[in-house]
């Protein structure tokens, strides 16, 4: 990872006081615009409710038609992949207490659920603490999220790595950057928990899969019973393939619309940008248009993710009028940093 300066100290200038201000009212209204048109959506916990099952019932079909020969592999892990993003974006929201504020035991239903059907991700109950905390000092040394899913490395083999599989991630970060050997088995500890027990269940199976698929190139294949062949080729299809191309999508366009290491805290107008590139949307089909949406965010909190791509339009006008930077894809050879030198 590039070394980090320190995060500016100064107070937020008055002028980006102002803009952020604007930013801020221009979605708001936005926000009350779309409520007033459709009244349907004051129904929230029965649209979030129906989003998830409705998203589970898709998977699972999904995978059904698979199995039953009626499309191929390619169709399911898209298909797969996109009901899966669904159930992203609701726990994200729920994260932000969008839904069954009053009763808590549905929210917990609903994590458990998203976990089992998203199972390369963390915890959902260790997640909200650190995303709560990115919205706190985005983009800055402290934010364990961004840094978590590789905002700050410069590019090359590594970050794929992290980007494709977060449980080498977890080993990949704890040895490369910290090097007493007490704190990296504690930092090794609390990310293996972190995914305890559904990731323990995804990533093995990767591994398992991929171990497997290596032997037969090299013309050694591992004595796995035929049985247990068909079950693990059945469920990368199905299961653990799809949350694979969700979770790299979700993360290549995260880590890197978001800005990190020389991030003024509180500055909204520096901690993300806009993507709406066409070319970006094989990434973004699998993450809700995260890049175009997310930005905004990041200003207004409490919209669920449906919402804010209904005032998107409205939204980016106002930000783009007010400095917040759109398709700025230097960030890449920058390490994602602010500062265009």
């Known amino acids: ?5 320190a995060v500016q100290k100064s107070d937020v200038s008055e002028a980006d006081k102002a803009a952020i201000k604007q930013i801020k009212s221009g979605i708001r209204q936005a926000g009350r615009d779309v409520r007033a048109q459709h009244a349907w959506l004051k129904y929230q916990n029965t649209i979030g409710l129906s989003i998830m099952l409705l998203s589970i019932i898709g ?3 999904s995978g059904y038609g698979y199995v039953a020969g009626w499309w191929p592999a390619w169709v399911t892990l898209i298909a797969t992949g996109v009901f899966a993003s669904f159930i992203h974006e609701l726990e994200h929201d729920l994260i932000h207490e969008q839904y069954f504020q009053k009763h808590k035991w549905v929210q917990h239903i609903m994590y458990a659920l998203g976990w089992m059907a998203r199972p390369s991700t963390i915890n ?3 997640r909200k603490r650190i995303h709560l905390l990115h919205h706190k000092i985005s983009g800055t040394n402290g934010d364990l999220e961004e840094r978590g899913i590789t905002n700050g490395y410069r590019w090359g083999i590594v970050r794929f790595i992290c980007l494709f599989d977060g449980m080498a991630a977890v080993f ?9 050997p007490n704190k990296m088995a504690f930092s090794l500890i609390g990310g293996l928990v972190s995914y305890f027990p559904m990731g323990f269940i995804h990533w093995g199976l990767w591994w398992a899969f991929l171990a497997y698929q290596i032997s037969l190139l090299v013309g050694a294949p591992l004595a796995y019973t035929p049985e247990f062949i068909e079950a693990m080729n059945l469920l990368m299809v199905v299961w653990v393939g799809p949350n694979m ?4 999508s979700l993360h290549f366009v995260s880590s890197n619309m978001h800005y990190f290491g020389d991030v003024q805290k509180g500055n909204f107008l520096r901690q993300t940008q806009v993507w ?7 990434f973004q089909l699998f993450c809700f248009n995260f890049g175009s949406t997310h930005a905004i965010h990041h200003f207004i909190v409490g919209e669920p993710f449906y919402v804010r791509q209904l005032t998107a339009r409205r939204a980016h006008q106002v930000m783009r009028e007010n400095g917040v930077r759109f398709n ?9 940093r602010w500062a265009m030198t």
Do not use: C, K, Q
Request: hydrophobic share 50%; proline share 8%.
């Open 245 to 248: 191309v969700r979770s790299f």
């Open 1 to 5: 990872m590039v070394s980090e300066t």
């Open 172 to 180: 990949i970060r704890t040895i490369r950057h910290i090097p007493n």
């Open 59 to 61: 998977m699972v079909l």
């Open 328 to 336: 700025d894809y230097g960030s890449f050879r920058r390490a994602n």
């Open 124 to 126: 959902p109950w260790i």
């Open 276 to 282: 709406t590139a066409w070319w970006m949307w094989p």
